[in-house]
């Protein structure tokens, strides 16, 4: 911790200082804790110089490969330096995630928010734990610049088209949807995708489906009736809520219900009826 007076002067001092540049290339290991404390007042307020990029850069490869050492110079990486560091930036305390996610969506960084999502699903998981990763992609949605519906789109379509679909993508789905309303009949374009894909051969997506398609009603209906039966028939053991919306929508649409789902949805029925 560096005392009030202490940081006013650090400030006052700025990072142009020949001395404290100085400092901080060649600071003892024991003192770590106070440099870091350092970087981050120099660069709370106004963006990291070149000089000071390349020297925390050259103390982070060549002295202490401690991660926190690049938070506070994130808008002086290059994108690819970014998306380099990116898992182990992500792999800190909790604390030091929100404000890698801060640094890099509000201040000029290389990233756009749109590439940060991506990045953030497109990480190995074997570098990062999911649970890592989605705690990350949740703090991107505290951000106004990451909620717009444009940014989300251009994010969820490039996502929908990796192969494979990343394990997080309809959980991000869900929070968008939550967040922009105006979002649903884009996200049942992308659920049409999914069953293009097979989705139901990943367990963890297929869950996602079905939580999505319940989140979406009345609107998923037509995704919904797009599914082949075997599946259609375990989407409704597996999500009661789904059979009641199905049985409203063929009183209104009976002639919309494919003949190949027909039978199933009557078995549904007949099932509903007895109990």
């Not at 489906?209 to 375990?234: D, G, Y």
Request: charged fraction near 20%; proline fraction near 7%.
């Amino acid at each position: 911790m560096i005392h009030r007076q202490s940081g006013s002067f650090i400030r006052s001092i700025g990072m142009t200082s020949p001395a404290l540049l100085t400092l901080i290339k060649n600071f003892p290991l024991e003192s770590k804790t106070f440099i870091l404390g350092v970087l981050h007042l120099l660069t709370e307020a106004q963006s990291p110089t070149t000089e000071l990029v390349s020297i925390v850069k050259e103390v982070y490869e060549n002295r202490t490969q401690d991660p926190r050492f690049l938070i506070p110079i994130i808008p002086g990486l290059t994108k690819s330096e970014l998306l380099n560091h990116l898992p182990k930036l992500i792999d800190l305390s909790s604390n030091s995630v929100k404000t890698v996610i801060n640094r890099i969506l509000l201040t000029k960084s290389s990233l756009s928010p749109s590439e940060l999502l991506i990045a953030l699903h497109l990480m190995d998981t074997k570098s990062v734990p999911l649970k890592k990763a989605r705690e990350a992609i949740q703090l991107c949605f505290e951000q106004k610049t990451v909620t717009r519906q444009e940014v989300l789109a251009k994010a969820l379509q490039q996502l929908v088209d990796t192969n494979p679909v990343p394990p997080l993508f309809l959980w991000t789905v869900m929070q968008a949807v939550a967040k922009c309303k105006q979002m649903t009949a884009f996200v049942m374009g992308l659920l049409h995708a999914l069953i293009v894909k097979q989705l139901w051969n990943d367990k963890l997506l297929w869950q996602g489906f079905m939580k999505c398609c319940k989140m979406t009603l009345p609107a998923s209906i037509p995704i919904l009736l797009q599914l082949p039966p075997a599946q259609f028939e375990e989407t409704l053991q597996k999500a009661p809520p789904l059979v009641e919306a199905l049985f409203n929508f063929q009183k209104k649409n009976p002639k919309q219900i494919p003949k190949n789902l027909q039978s199933i949805l009557a078995s549904f029925e007949s099932k509903t009826n007895k109990s």
